[in-house]
């Protein structure tokens, strides 16, 4: 094979061979990526009896106490018993009273409820979409955390927990939209390395 030959063929190589070390110096600069595992992270304040309004009150645009205080002039039907409809009628109308100066209309809080309407004592859960995330890791100790999907559904900061790190963990930090698919969605995961850093945060 003629020199000029020789080279044709090795210079690719090289570059290949360059770019795997670029690579490999890129991956241990930064650290390895290790998926993390979510937990929980739907409960409710006792205040609502079960009520997502945290949620709710997101959807809607309005503080979760706002919400709290149109709900206190609700009267609901007995467990087990459906409204009449002039309790209907009267229900729909506290909660508009209230919830009218923020913009939120009929149709709105008609469809913000439907979507979130569950029954606890059927083992159901309004929707969640779980969120995803990786740990960034680096001489066997995590550097960051890295959403890439923060999901959707979550009242309550959820566990997270990293396989393979023996107690480390991290603290999520929720989001709340009018948009469903980003209502109650874990914006940032701050590195906790204890359990007692790796408390739930304070839910609005």
Same mark, same amino acid.
């Given at each position: 094979?003629?020199?000029?030959?020789? %080279?044709?063929? %090795?210079?690719? +190589?090289?570059?290949? !061979?360059?770019?795997?070390?670029?690579?490999?110096?890129?991956?241990? !600069?930064?650290?390895?990526?290790?998926?993390?595992?979510?937990?929980?992270?739907?409960?409710?304040?006792?205040?609502?009896?079960?009520?997502?309004?945290?949620?709710? *009150?997101? !959807? +809607?645009?309005?503080?979760?106490?706002?919400?709290?205080?149109?709900?206190?002039?609700?009267?609901?039907?007995?467990?087990?018993? !459906?409204?009449?409809?002039?309790?209907?009628?009267?229900?729909? &109308?506290?909660? +508009?009273?209230?919830?009218?100066?923020?913009?939120?209309?009929?149709?709105? +809080?008609?469809?913000?409820?439907?979507?979130?309407?569950?029954? &606890?004592? &059927?083992?159901? %859960?309004?929707?969640?979409?779980?969120?995803?995330?990786?740990?960034?890791?680096?001489? /066997?100790?995590?550097?960051?955390?890295?959403?890439?999907?923060?999901?959707?559904?979550?009242?309550?900061?959820?566990? =997270?927990?990293?396989?393979?790190?023996?107690? *480390?963990? /991290?603290?999520?930090?929720?989001?709340?939209?009018?948009?469903?698919?980003?209502?109650? *969605?874990?914006?940032? =995961?701050?590195?906790?390395?204890?359990?007692?850093?790796?408390?739930? %945060?304070?839910?609005?």
């Amino acid at each position: 094979m003629k020199p000029s030959t020789k %080279l044709m063929v %090795l210079a690719p +190589l090289a570059l290949l !061979a360059m770019g795997a070390v670029a690579g490999k110096a890129q991956r241990e !600069a930064s650290g390895t990526r290790v998926p993390v595992v979510f937990s929980g992270g739907h409960e409710t304040d006792r205040r609502d009896h079960g009520r997502p309004v945290v949620l709710v *009150a997101g !959807a +809607l645009g309005v503080p979760p106490q706002v919400f709290r205080d149109a709900f206190s002039h609700v009267r609901p039907a007995p467990a087990g018993m !459906a409204p009449e409809p002039g309790q209907v009628h009267d229900n729909k &109308r506290a909660l +508009l009273d209230a919830l009218g100066p923020y913009g939120v209309t009929n149709e709105r +809080l008609d469809e913000v409820s439907d979507h979130y309407r569950y029954v &606890r004592s &059927r083992g159901e %859960l309004w929707p969640v979409e779980e969120a995803t995330a990786y740990a960034l890791v680096k001489d /066997g100790k995590i550097t960051k955390f890295v959403v890439t999907n923060g999901g959707s559904g979550y009242t309550s900061s959820p566990t =997270i927990t990293v396989p393979s790190i023996p107690g *480390a963990a /991290g603290k999520a930090k929720l989001s709340f939209s009018e948009d469903f698919d980003k209502n109650g *969605a874990v914006a940032s =995961i701050a590195v906790a390395t204890t359990a007692k850093e790796n408390q739930n %945060l304070e839910t609005p």
